[in-house]
């Protein structure tokens, strides 16, 4: 229950940090860290439009797609403490769930009937089929390494105190920066700010969406970049004592957002063939750390 709230707790600014750390990169004060929040929850007040062409499916999409994240969030452990569900495999639990909530947005897209969305929602179930081996042959490799498969077990059994061990956790540290970029449709995959439909890619999923369900949306991309920081967290917190942890989540909480605007403001979006095989590679070094692992078992 910790995690869930420390999480959510974290999902009130990390988006602000980011969008502070772009604006002083390029040489602007920008706006306040809450000004994300402050906007979502102006949405949330507001009603929604929906077109004469969508469905039941279009209106519940948002709903299912933010009940997703939660139920993924109550899987992640803070440090020794598990989320409110913990058992074994879990990870492949928290996967499909995110993948069950992104199943809904993209059918929220399509019946819209716009071609545009449908372009859009094609390239984010590709991108995402593409992440998911990344994921899971990265769990299992520390799944290996620890001989545990639960988020809890495997993060408190996880000790950082050789050189094998720094390798690793980093390796990890930036599958998981990387991966969350991805699935958050941040650069270098996606640019969030872009207005060109032909280049757009989760920004034209929800162009149909406003208020309340454009609002949701938001919140929830929000909820996955302290979810996603929360595992990273993890990977350092371990058996510390419950004040150190929550000081050393919500520093590398920051410290997570702060690299996702050094990422935004200095690196250039890839062209959209070149988004498959970044991903790919991705894969590759998640596969390289595994066999790096199996070896030393042997």
Known sequence: MLSFALIFAVSLFFSGIVVKVKSIASGRKGPGVFQPICDIW????????????????????????????????????????????????DFVF???????????CIIGALDTGSSFEGMGASREALFSMLAEPAFFILMGTLGLLTGHTSFLQIFSSLHIDTNLSYILVTIACF???????????????????????????HEVMILDNSGFDLGLILHATNLKFAMYGALIADLFIGNLP???????????????????????????????????QFILVLSSLALLMLLGVMLINN
């Open 94 to 104: 928290f996967a499909y769930v995110l993948a069950l909530g992104k199943f809904f």
């Open 42 to 89: 102006r949405l949330l007040r507001k009603g929604a439009v929906y077109s004469r062409t969508s469905s039941i499916v279009f209106q519940i999409a948002p709903s299912i797609y933010f009940a997703s994240i939660l139920a993924a969030m109550a899987a992640v452990p803070f440090g020794s403490q598990g989320g409110i569900v913990s058992f074994s495999c």
């Open 242 to 276: 419950a004040n150190i942890a929550i000081a050393a989540f919500f520093g590398i909480q920051i410290a997570v957002a702060i690299i996702a605007g050094i990422i935004e403001s200095f690196m250039a979006r890839f062209r959209m063939s070149h988004n498959s």
């Open 175 to 201: 599958l998981l920066i990387m991966i969350c970029m991805i699935e958050n449709s941040r650069m270098p995959v996606d640019d969030p700010k872009t207005h060109l439909e032909l280049t757009m890619i």
